[in-house]
């Protein structure tokens, strides 16, 4: 079993920056890749950036220029720096690791349990 904890969420006024960070933990073999998605209320869950464990990065059209993602491989560690914040961007942020937990095993989703992200003067 795989756990990912989410932190760094929080009330942040327009234009302000907030860094959320995911650690995973359990049986884990190898981390394809990590990332965050969203959701915002009524609105389905969508990619926000994601990150391989070669560094191959894929950021949402809507963050790029403004949300870096970066990870820590031996930590099993993936950040989601947020500058530039929008009332748009106000969400639930999910943290998602793709693991093999053993050299034999196939590749599998995990999810976080989810961190609030309000943008609001």
């Known amino acids: 079993q795989v756990h990912l904890v989410e932190s760094g969420g929080g009330l942040v006024q327009p234009g302000g920056s907030l860094r959320l960070s995911c650690a995973a933990s359990?049986?884990?073999?190898?981390?394809?890749?990590m990332g965050w998605h969203r959701q915002a209320r009524g609105k389905e869950r969508e990619l926000v950036a994601s990150?391989?464990?070669?560094?191959?990065?894929n950021l949402a059209d809507s963050v790029k220029g403004r949300f870096t993602i970066s990870r820590d491989n031996a930590k099993n560690t993936v950040y989601l720096q947020m500058n530039s914040l929008k009332p748009e961007d106000t969400a639930v942020y999910y943290c998602?690791?793709?693991?093999?937990?053993?050299?034999?095993?196939?590749?599998?989703?995990?999810w976080g349990q989810g961190t609030l992200v309000t943008i609001s003067s």
């Open positions: 998602y690791a793709e693991v093999k937990s053993t050299f034999f095993s196939s590749s599998r989703d995990y």
């Open positions: 990150i391989t464990d070669a560094g191959d990065i």
């Open positions: 359990g049986l884990i073999f190898k981390i394809n890749v």
